[in-house]
């Protein structure tokens, strides 16, 4: 089911903007410059049309009007980025903007995707990646709809496809990076693919395939920052963190020393965690007599809504929450861009799995108790 959720994202509509950005401005105050944008798409109505990405963790927006399908945006751009630019209501494209460039886009209002885009450097790279991705994203809606029609029956085939699907991902990554590893877009694949869901082993490898140019690009420092915080709750290393329970008073995860903890960022919002939960509820059923503990971190920010999950689930362990959300200081110190994310801590305090969910936590408990 892991796979599942790793290629879901992609079957929402092409909104694509960079990750936030972990590491001070002085970092990437390099290579800025003036761009242009001008466009004329055919079908196009007068109104906003707006410009927008990411940038040190902060939407970077803009608008003009568009009159007889024509607009123009003028601006400076702090390095290679990739911008989503919003026509109409509903219908998005994106660009890739270099400093020092003037961007020309032509098309037709109803047919974006076959828009004719010069002048920017960058923009056949991604778009070679939109390609191969798209190919990944359609195979993968057919296997959803497979699984829809199955419900409960036998989903091995189903399973088997996704495992498929995942490892022709891997490749299709691998072989990207190593056609263009001076390329900002490069470690932005990476990122989205192998840290917003994390695969630590093909992040670092990844990286490791770049040059210092792509290394030394936007996405590239912000790759190799991305690295060194998931290296925090790698596998062998300690971790430990003091948060609030439920009653407000310090919990520290070092307290539970000789004890087998499974550390579970969860939130009461997350559709993925709460069909999870029946699993936990079992193994912690299961093992708690025998020394398995589960701390769940909960990345809500009303305390009402986590409090009623926690007992509408029947979610009988630990529970901790600095009630921030997203902006929790531990989900970001720790690198933590989606959930449910989970670690494995055994008796010595040092994480010895990640993110085993159902049956693979049941076999890991089995392994350690049995």
Same mark, same amino acid.
């Given at each position: 089911?892991?796979?599942?959720?790793?290629?879901?994202?992609?079957?929402?509509?092409?909104?694509?903007?960079?990750?936030?950005?972990?590491?001070?401005?002085?970092?990437?105050?390099?290579?800025?410059?003036?761009?242009?944008?001008?466009?004329?798409?055919?079908?196009?109505?007068?109104?906003?049309?707006? %410009?927008?990405?990411?940038?040190?963790?902060?939407?970077?927006?803009?608008?003009?009007?568009? !009159?007889?399908?024509?607009?123009?945006?003028?601006?400076?751009?702090?390095?290679?980025?990739?911008?989503?630019?919003?026509?109409?209501?509903?219908?998005?494209?994106?660009?890739?903007?270099?400093?020092?460039?003037?961007?020309?886009?032509?098309?037709?209002?109803?047919? %974006?995707?076959?828009?004719?885009?010069?002048?920017?450097?960058?923009?056949?790279?991604?778009?070679?990646?939109?390609?191969?991705?798209?190919?990944?994203?359609?195979?993968?809606?057919?296997?959803?709809?497979?699984?829809?029609?199955?419900?409960?029956?036998?989903?091995?085939?189903?399973?088997?496809?996704?495992?498929?699907?995942?490892?022709?991902?891997?490749?299709?990554?691998?072989?990207?990076?190593?056609?263009?590893?001076?390329?900002?877009?490069?470690?932005?694949?990476?990122?989205?693919?192998?840290?917003?869901?994390?695969?630590?082993?093909?992040?670092?490898?990844?990286?490791?395939?770049?040059?210092?140019?792509?290394?030394?690009?936007?996405?590239?420092?912000?790759?190799?920052?991305?690295?060194?915080?998931?290296?925090?709750?790698?596998?062998?290393?300690?971790?430990?963190?003091?948060?609030?329970?439920?009653?407000? !008073?310090?919990?520290?995860?070092?307290?539970?020393?000789?004890?087998?903890?499974?550390?579970?960022?969860?939130?009461?919002?997350?559709?993925?965690?709460?069909?999870?939960?029946?699993?936990?509820?079992?193994?912690?059923?299961?093992?708690?007599?025998?020394?398995?503990?589960?701390?769940?971190?909960?990345?809500?920010?009303? !305390?009402?809504?986590?409090?009623?999950?926690?007992?509408?689930?029947?979610?009988?362990?630990?529970?901790?929450?600095?009630?921030?959300?997203?902006?929790?200081?531990?989900?970001?110190?720790?690198?933590?861009?989606?959930?449910?994310?989970?670690?494995?801590?055994?008796?010595?305090?040092?994480?010895?799995?990640?993110?085993?969910?159902?049956?693979?936590?049941?076999?890991?408990?089995?392994?350690?108790?049995?």
């Amino acid at each position: 089911m892991m796979h599942l959720i790793k290629l879901k994202k992609y079957l929402r509509p092409k909104v694509l903007f960079a990750m936030a950005v972990l590491c001070g401005s002085s970092v990437y105050a390099q290579n800025k410059g003036k761009y242009s944008i001008s466009g004329q798409i055919d079908g196009l109505a007068d109104g906003k049309v707006f %410009l927008s990405t990411r940038y040190l963790g902060k939407d970077l927006t803009d608008s003009t009007e568009a !009159k007889s399908g024509n607009f123009n945006f003028k601006g400076t751009s702090p390095g290679t980025l990739i911008y989503s630019l919003r026509l109409g209501k509903q219908q998005y494209m994106s660009v890739v903007i270099q400093p020092n460039e003037n961007v020309k886009i032509k098309g037709n209002f109803n047919h %974006l995707d076959n828009a004719e885009i010069t002048g920017a450097g960058a923009q056949k790279v991604w778009e070679e990646w939109l390609k191969k991705w798209s190919a990944i994203r359609d195979y993968a809606g057919h296997l959803y709809k497979m699984a829809d029609s199955i419900g409960k029956g036998d989903r091995s085939a189903v399973d088997a496809g996704f495992a498929q699907l995942n490892l022709r991902l891997i490749d299709t990554v691998d072989a990207f990076v190593k056609r263009y590893p001076s390329s900002a877009i490069a470690p932005f694949v990476i990122m989205d693919r192998f840290v917003t869901y994390p695969n630590p082993e093909k992040a670092q490898s990844n990286y490791a395939a770049l040059t210092s140019v792509g290394k030394n690009t936007i996405y590239g420092k912000e790759l190799g920052q991305a690295i060194a915080v998931s290296a925090k709750t790698g596998l062998g290393v300690k971790p430990d963190f003091t948060l609030p329970d439920r009653e407000g !008073k310090n919990f520290k995860l070092s307290s539970l020393k000789g004890k087998v903890v499974l550390v579970d960022f969860w939130a009461s919002w997350c559709g993925p965690c709460r069909k999870e939960n029946p699993n936990l509820v079992k193994a912690y059923a299961k093992y708690h007599e025998k020394g398995f503990e589960i701390v769940g971190v909960s990345l809500d920010d009303k !305390k009402d809504a986590w409090l009623k999950a926690i007992d509408a689930d029947k979610l009988n362990w630990l529970h901790v929450s600095d009630l921030k959300g997203w902006k929790s200081n531990l989900a970001t110190e720790y690198g933590i861009r989606s959930i449910p994310t989970s670690f494995l801590v055994d008796v010595n305090g040092k994480i010895i799995a990640k993110d085993l969910r159902g049956e693979a936590l049941e076999k890991k408990l089995a392994a350690i108790y049995n």
